[in-house]
């Protein structure tokens, strides 16, 4: 992608997150999915109660969340759960709107929303966090079986990882459908069963490291409760 391009889907997506807070984008958000719970894709507030009642969050645990964006879901959970969130979004303008919320719902204590791009090595240590959610922003991550391990690996013993994939592909595209479906920046199309056997493998990786380390060192061992998340 070309750097004038790039400036460009940058600011389209700063210009969003930058007008998140106003009356407009509110109306906007509660017309499409029924309740403003300060989303930035499809996510509804029944499917996030639905995520909340496996993640098996409370006060005491911390969630990491994947291109949190304005960061409106991550905070509703930390209310709801009474657990601490960490949200991490490439874009300045989402970091900085989700850490402006998190301080007017006197979240900011067990709220941080540091600018980190996702795509590479994760700034936290091993075992970290005790679930991980991705929502609707996996699609923009070109090397998924190293997205996936690496959150494997900040996940605790018996740590939760939930991510939902918003193009799945099940059917044929045209190219023009493609083209306007990707014209926001970067999207991996993948068929269907993809991410399933993505996580399986990633799975069977974990199962050979521990088995090598066991026969090293006597220990618990890393059992991560993994779900791809597809709506009906």
Known sequence: MGKSNSLRLAGHYNANYGNFQTELY??????????????NSRLTSAEQGRFLEWLDLSPGKTLLDVACGAGGPALRIAANTGCSVMGIDVHEQAVTTASSLAGQRGLAERAEFPSTGATGPL??????????????????????SRI??????LLKPSGRLLFTDPITVTGPLTNVEIATRSSAGFYLFVPHGYDRRVIADCIAGLRRRNCEHGQRRRGATLRPRIEKYRPS
Not at 26 to 39: K, L, T, V, Y
Not at 148 to 153: A, C, D, G, L, N
Request: a negative charge.
């Open 26 to 39: 509110a109306q906007i958000r509660h017309e499409a999915f029924g309740e403003d719970i300060g989303q």
């Open 123 to 144: 700034p936290f240590s091993d075992a970290s966090f005790d679930a991980i959610t991705c929502i609707e922003a996996i699609d923009h991550f070109s090397d998924r």
């Open 148 to 153: 996936v391990s690496e959150w494997i690996r």
